[in-house]
């Protein structure tokens, strides 16, 4: 789940609709709420693992609270509602929520360049000598903070200051969403039997780990709760989805491919760890018995140096599933510009959303 | 967090309002609601935690959904009500969440007489003889399936029926809710100073980790659901703070003078885990040094022996600190009693009241 590179300004004449004010707004709702949650605390124990959510969340692109502006501002509302920076913080509380426990399920140790939460409580352990206890401190806290950042991020949104009816009509995006996450992740952890189809399999991850979570169902639930009706937001549904997948196999090709200079990602980690792309999939799939025998022994093995790194480039190469991954984002990004020209949405929303699919597929980090 | 006894059959003269009936309302509430999840699914991987789900919840006792039937009924409305069933299911989700993750943060083997979700996940994993990664999936497992208990249980409050803009009023007391459970969480994981009043700290373990979330809070979700007016909710807040209190006071006296044979709970385990509980609390300050010194090289023990707790049963009975909490038990069932007479509230609900007073404070289990 890494995000998309939403650093780059947005063309002057998107003016009235900027993804830079939009962030800012989120962010002063985030803090806002955070001081409030602070004072409100039931107990004094919260206070420090208040800090740490503030802390970890501040991190974030707001990439789930910007697609749901889009989604919103798509449907003809006004990007200045105050209402609609809560919610996007009530989204980005959910995805800090989601990625505390990611880490403590991988046994991450840095996210976002600093220690993972469980790491940083695991240090705050008082006797250090005894590392299974600071181990399990660690874990514990990181798996209740996630839970907090759960149960607040609905209490944003409750609170948001959208009309009751009207949040009621967008909560199946907003549960649909919460599940699939759920599900995504599952799907990660599980010990699923060999015998799958692996481009099956990748497909079901992508869908659910990222596609719908990062982009569909923000865009959805923004739309949603400007009272968009159900033909708008099956179209949204078709670009987010196509975005949500491009992305992500975009993503997968920069692990392999990409510059480390430029991603900022450690080139070999996901040949390392054995990420099982679609990417992989493929090659999997079309690789000769030679080809599969020398990527079994090479993809996944945690001392793989640039040269067993070159090696597995070539053969996806070689077997042409690069190519064929590269024509993947290729046609679901002429997908989501046909939805946009099909669609009649305001101009400001418009260019916002062709700029970001630019942004996603054509990418280099 | 022990269940309150509530397998007593209600006077007849209840008819109209069981608990009983109650309970089974819920029951099936749960079932549809778990039904409907395994054919919405968004991936086939989540049946079988569905299925795990299922069975760990259909253990419950019900209490915090009885306790919300009891505010909405004390506020004037229909027990037959279809919505509040779904509201009663979705409290009890919430508290699976609170106990599989409770569980896997404890480390437990076991819960409700059948091995823990983590313990369950942890025998299912392939390569049994690597224990590591046996455990982690276990534990990883667990903590998902809290999730999914947790973001379900709103989802069923938000399609319960209620009306919105009922369901909004009443979110104030489900949040406060659901954070304090997390209060009282970490205050039992926390590494706290030894400087804290040990009394203090016990009231603030009992009020967030039980009181409030046993009793206090599904009341007034209840009434508030109801459309109870505040004055009506703050009698509700004392009635139902002095009875989760006495209740967990009284928990605690079973604890460690209780029968086991009677409690269904074996005799030394509070002793040798080293519970801080309000009884051990007003111990400490009530012994003599050598009183004290005692204490310290038992209470904790896992080894402890029969003998070893009959030394720490006598001390605190020797000290008066078991007399002291009797006490308390009766104050507060005796303030509870005392908020009823000056509550006018329908007779059906009364009655459940004053009975459940009695089954909480009065219990031998």
Redesign the interface.
């Known amino acids: 789940m890494t995000a998309l590179p939403l650093d780059t300004t947005p063309a002057p004449e998107t003016a009235t609709f900027r993804l830079d004010d939009a962030r800012r707004r989120v962010d002063t709702a985030l803090d806002r709420f955070l001081d409030t ?1 602070t004072d409100r ?3 004094a ?2 206070r420090p ?1 208040i800090d740490v959510v503030r802390d970890f969340t501040a991190g974030g692109k707001r990439l789930r609270p910007l697609f749901c502006y889009c989604g919103w501002v798509a449907a003809g509302h006004d990007p200045e509602e105050p209402a609609l920076a809560r919610v996007g913080a009530a989204l980005e509380l959910f995805h800090s ?1 989601a990625l505390v ?1 990611d880490d ?2 991988d ?1 991450s140790d840095t996210r976002r360049g600093n220690p993972t939460v469980h790491k940083q409580f695991e240090a705050r ?2 006797h250090q000598q005894d590392r299974r206890s600071a181990e ?2 660690g ?3 990181a ?2 903070i ?3 950042c ?3 991020s ?2 944003l949104l ?2 948001s200051g959208i009309r ?2 009207r ?2 009509e967008a ?1 199946p995006w907003i ?2 969403m ?3 996450v ?6 990660d ?4 039997e060999d015998t799958d189809d692996p481009a099956q399999r990748a497909w ?1 991850v992508i869908r ?1 780990k990222t596609a ?1 979570y990062t982009v569909e169902r923000p865009l959805q639930i923004g739309a949603a709760l400007a009272g968009a009706d159900s033909g708008f937001l099956d179209e949204l549904s078709r670009f987010g989805r196509a975005l949500g997948e491009s992305f992500q196999l975009r993503d997968d090709l920069l692990g392999v491919f990409g510059d480390p200079e430029v991603t900022g990602k450690p080139a070999l980690d996901d040949l390392r760890e054995g990420k099982r792309t679609m990417l992989v999939a493929l090659t999997r799939k079309r690789a000769s018995p030679r080809q599969l025998a020398v990527l079994d022994s090479l993809h996944g093995d945690p001392e793989l140096d640039e040269r067993g790194a070159g090696t597995l480039r070539e053969i996806m190469r070689a077997t042409g599933a690069a190519g064929e991954v590269e024509r993947m984002v290729d046609a679901r990004s002429e997908n989501c510009l046909a939805v946009l020209d099909r669609m009649s949405i305001p101009a400001a929303a418009d260019r916002v959303l062709r700029e970001l699919v630019v942004a996603a597929t054509r990418r280099h980090r």
């Open positions: 949650q605390a039931p107990d124990c919260l693992l929520f426990h403590v399920m046994a352990y008082p399990r401190f874990a514990n806290t798996v209740l996630g839970d907090i759960l149960t607040w609905d209490e409750q609170r009751p009816d949040l009621h909560m549960t649909a919460r599940t699939e759920m599900a995504g992740q599952y799907l952890i599980e010990q699923h079901r659910n719908t």
